[in-house]
């Protein structure tokens, strides 16, 4: 079993949609959980970075993590579609160090 | 904001040749990570260092090498490149120090084509 495990798509909604992407965690020493957009030949660029459980909000962009059930959400507000990319999962004890990343969920957002 | 830049953005190069990637951060990060990243397997780090000449093997070092000998500069180094060698490579950093909790800065990474 991966230590993050995240569901590859891809994804298709219309412009406007609620997205939702999700990945789950094994480790429970995870305390890092991070968000990341990577376009088509780019690199990953940070999107969210949160420390334990709760909620983050950015913007159209809300970050949710519940340790309890070791499940992760990103959720999208009216979606575009410059927001179609790859979003990379990722989860860490340490921050930067071992960090552990999902194979990536492929968003389209069609206009 | 930080800035990771990769001297490469697509390399093509032939089987059995020696292979440099390099990558320079200009936030004087003391951490620096490569990674590679191939379709359904995520990204896997292959080397890190937390100081200039430190270097610790992540999770797949074979056939890899680094070199840290400046701050801001650590280089990849395929001594004999293979085929399956093929792939996106990413260089990232991090702020460092004891209790370093900063996430990774990609850079926007090399493909490396080996033929």
């Known amino acids: 079993q991966k230590e993050v495990e995240q569901d590859p798509g891809p994804l298709s909604v219309p412009e406007g949609a609620i997205v939702s992407l999700n990945c789950t965690y094994s480790n429970s020493a995870f305390q890092y959980f991070m968000w990341y957009r990577q376009y088509s030949r780019k690199g990953p660029e940070l999107l969210m970075y949160t420390y334990s459980s709760g909620n983050k909000e950015d913007g159209r962009f809300t970050a949710q993590v519940d340790k309890s059930s070791k499940y992760i959400s990103l959720f999208i507000r009216d979606s575009q579609p410059s927001d179609s990319a790859t979003y990379l999962c990722?989860?860490?004890?340490?921050?930067?160090?071992?960090?552990?990343f999902g194979a990536g969920t492929r968003l389209f957002v069609k206009a | 904001d930080v800035k990771v830049t990769q001297s490469s953005r697509y390399l093509v190069k032939r089987t059995g040749e020696k292979v440099f990637l390099e990558c320079v951060q200009d936030?004087?990060?003391?951490?620096m990570f490569w990674y590679r990243q191939d379709p359904g397997l995520g990204l896997r780090l292959i080397y890190f260092s937390y100081d200039v000449k430190m270097k610790e093997k992540g999770d797949i070092p074979e056939g890899y090498s680094v070199s840290r000998e400046k701050k801001e500069r650590f280089s990849l180094i395929l001594e004999s490149a293979s085929t399956n060698q093929t792939s996106m490579y990413l260089c990232a950093s991090t702020l460092g120090g004891d209790r370093d909790n900063s996430p990774l800065h990609f850079g926007n990474g090399t493909r490396l084509t080996v033929t």
């Open positions: 936030m004087d990060h003391e951490n």
């Open positions: 990722a989860s860490s004890n340490t921050g930067g160090f071992k960090t552990i």
